[in-house]
């Protein structure tokens, strides 16, 4: 029988890469598009701020009011932020290494703050809280005040910003598994210690990644915030607001004066976020 002879020459290779000029007409647009709506609104922002000089621009970020809604929007986060860090440390750790009934509810609730718009969060909580609301005559029997002061915007940002640390750990702490903990448990550690020594050092980036969203975004929010405040000059208005009130009453400059403080947070969240990316991918790699 006749030896088969099998053709030792290799087969062409198909040709899947993209023509260079579609990766550049594509590049371009994306570029182009990314100068428009990011880069270009950005520097309008600190070219009107400081259209009338530096003087005025300063007067704008530390006219009292300006102040008072600085000094409420970092007290917010404050709050805020450390509240939804133990909340999400919590949940993750929960949902990914453990399984118990109501789980899935848990997630859903997790999810919930990213479904619902953030004007009908705050209506919400004046419906529950407020004067009218199911439980506003028996806190205004006991002289407690909720909306249109400091707990109610608290309670919209933390509302808004819930899910944040949970859905960015939650992924993490899954694909991690449990072989880590289980090991230094069979080796005696204690709960905490598992924690502290074995848990939190594989999840600190990315727990960092959290907390900065987090933090922008309490930062940042207006919606819920609008609702609950009262837009009371001073008192109830963050950093948002005031701009919105500035604007509203034709002081442009003073409004973008403000709004570029909010540009900068933006950037230096951005550049954060941007390393944390960064460091996380290098661990990974190593």
């Not at 006749?2 to 579609?22: E, G, I, N, Y």
């Not at 609301?133 to 249109?148: C, N």
């Not at 694909?175 to 600190?204: C, K």
Request: aromatic share 10%; charged share 15%; glycine share 8%.
């Amino acid at each position: 029988m006749d030896r088969l002879v099998f053709s030792q020459r290799p087969l062409p290779r198909r040709r899947t890469a993209k023509p260079d000029w579609v990766r550049l007409a594509l590049g371009g647009l994306a570029l182009s598009f990314g100068a428009l709506f990011l880069v270009l609104p950005l520097i309008t922002v600190f070219a009107e701020a400081l259209r009338r000089g530096l003087g005025p621009y300063l007067g704008a970020i530390t006219e009292p009011d300006a102040l008072a809604a600085v000094r409420l929007t970092l007290t917010v986060v404050a709050i805020v932020v450390p509240l939804n860090t133990l909340f999400g440390l919590a949940a993750a750790w929960a949902i990914a290494k453990y399984r118990f009934p109501g789980r899935s509810l848990l997630l859903s609730l997790i999810e919930l703050p990213l479904a619902v718009s953030p004007v009908i969060s705050g209506l919400v909580y004046v419906l529950l809280f407020g004067q009218q609301g199911l439980l506003g005559p028996w806190l205004l029997a006991h002289d407690i005040k909720i909306i249109f002061a400091l707990p109610g915007i608290v309670l919209a940002t933390a509302f808004v910003t819930f899910a944040y640390v949970a859905r960015e750990l939650i992924p993490l702490m899954q694909a991690q598994g449990r072989e880590e903990e289980e090991a230094a448990l069979t080796l005696g550690a204690s709960g905490w210690q598992i924690f502290w020594r074995v848990s939190l050092p594989n999840i600190r980036w990315g727990l960092l990644y959290g907390v900065v969203m987090c933090n922008a975004r309490a930062m940042g929010e207006f919606g819920a915030v609008a609702v609950v405040s009262g837009h009371i000059r001073g008192l109830t208005t963050t950093m948002p607001l005031h701009v919105e009130m500035l604007y509203n009453e034709y002081q442009t400059a003073a409004a973008f004066a403000v709004a570029s403080l909010l540009a900068l947070l933006a950037l230096f969240t951005l550049l954060a976020k941007s390393l944390l990316a960064w460091r996380t991918r290098h661990e990974h790699l190593d």
